[in-house]
């Protein structure tokens, strides 16, 4: 696997940690300290992961990268059960693997553009 794919993906599962902070403010009551920790964090989550974001568009095309990023619904699901104990079914892996086709689709496609030019 490319590196430029590992690092994208790295980004990607450091954006989807936000989720885990949302999910965490919406536990406590509204302008507690909790909810202003939480949120904090998901707002310096999203600062840092739009500096990578941006890093790692001038690697990979717009289209690869953006296909990518629907992996960040695989790390929510899979942060979910870890984190907040929601139940995975067997709808959810099948989605997961329409979105893994889906990638795969759009990263092999791209690769053959790039051999045509």
Known sequence: MNKKYIVLHL???FYAIGGIFSKRAAEFPLLSVSF???YMAVLVILAVYAL???KILKKLPLTVAMANKSVTVIWGMIFGYLF???????CNVIGAVIIILGICLVVNGDKEQETCT
């Open 36 to 38: 202003f920790g939480n």
């Open 52 to 54: 990578f974001w941006q």
């Open 84 to 90: 907040f104990q929601e139940k995975i079914t067997f």
């Open 11 to 13: 980004i990607l599962m």
